[in-house]
């Protein structure tokens, strides 16, 4: 079979998972639509001037219901990736999935590893992995926007509480124009609030979903003002500077390994630069990292060992940041 042929199927292998996975996604949607449309109907129902309320079937008594319900994948994706909005994130996770799979493909081609019956799965497998780090990807993005929005809310509702507005009551105004992606998650608490759930639990149920060390510290807070029935403006003030601090020394450690990084940008890029520059130079002995068994095996090692190298002094640098 021909590298085209190969390519040609794991892409078709791609797009029917893609296709089963969205349809499987988009029914689960359209089922909890309909569920939420029995409970609004069963809201209204019994409002003055209409008929008393049919009895709720036992499955949409609550309103707020397990995610154990849900469909078992969205639901991991979900709680691994909380502050990932799924139908934007996921078609661009699927196609930088298959962005990699494709270069992974290309890259086999490249070493001259020959190609078989495995070459479909590899690009799947390889695709699938793409994907689920592109996810990992996406939600480091989002969680640095949220550590550096994060303080400038906290600030907005220092200051409404030292006006004599209540916490729950500042956040919940606070919440109407804060910015993405911080908007979801403290909306995600007042809608708790709003149903009547106990500031105690609702606080927890959105520390255990999102585990953002920032949002734990601010939520403790609240539970504390909630406990003491008082106010805490010095308190929050004082997470506020907190988090402040978290951040810059955050950035102070990044900009530490900001040389560590351009370097292995830089040795990343390298030999494919030396590489072309010397097909020009000298094409004899390209040729022979090509056309010979030895030159191949050669050029194989060498970038098994430098994608080794590369992995591990990232691995170091990301260590020193943390």
Known sequence: MTPLVMASAGIALMLVLAGTSVTVLLVAARRRQA????????????????????????????????????????AWVETRYPLLHLPKALPTAAGLGLAGGGAVVAAAWFLQV?????????????SVAGAWLALAALQKRSMAAFVAKFPELVDQIVRLSATGVPVIEAVA???EH?????????TMFTDYLAAGLDPEEAASTVSRRYRIPELIMFLAVVRLQRRSGGGVSSAFANLSQTLRDRRQAGLKAKASTAQTRFTLLILAVLPFVLL???????????????????????????????????????????????
Not at 178 to 186: D, T
Not at 283 to 294: A, G, I, K, Q, Y
Request: without cysteine.
């Open 35 to 74: 569920v939420l449309g029995r409970r609004i109907e069963q809201v209204v129902a019994v409002l003055p001037g209409h008929a008393e309320a049919r009895e709720a079937p036992a499955d949409d008594s609550v309103i707020l219901q397990s995610r154990r319900d849900r469909f078992r994948l969205r």
């Open 114 to 126: 020959p190609f078989g019956w495995w070459t479909p799965a590899l690009f799947g497998a390889a």
């Open 173 to 175: 105004s606070v919440t």
């Open 178 to 186: 804060a910015p993405h992606p911080v908007k979801p998650v403290l």
């Open 276 to 322: 072309g520059v010397q097909s020009y130079t000298t094409p004899d002995s390209v040729d022979m990292l090509f056309n010979t068994d030895t030159g191949t095996q050669l050029l194989r090692w060498g970038f098994a060992l430098i994608a080794g190298g590369l992995y591990v002094a990232r691995t170091i640098a990301a260590n020193a940041v943390r």
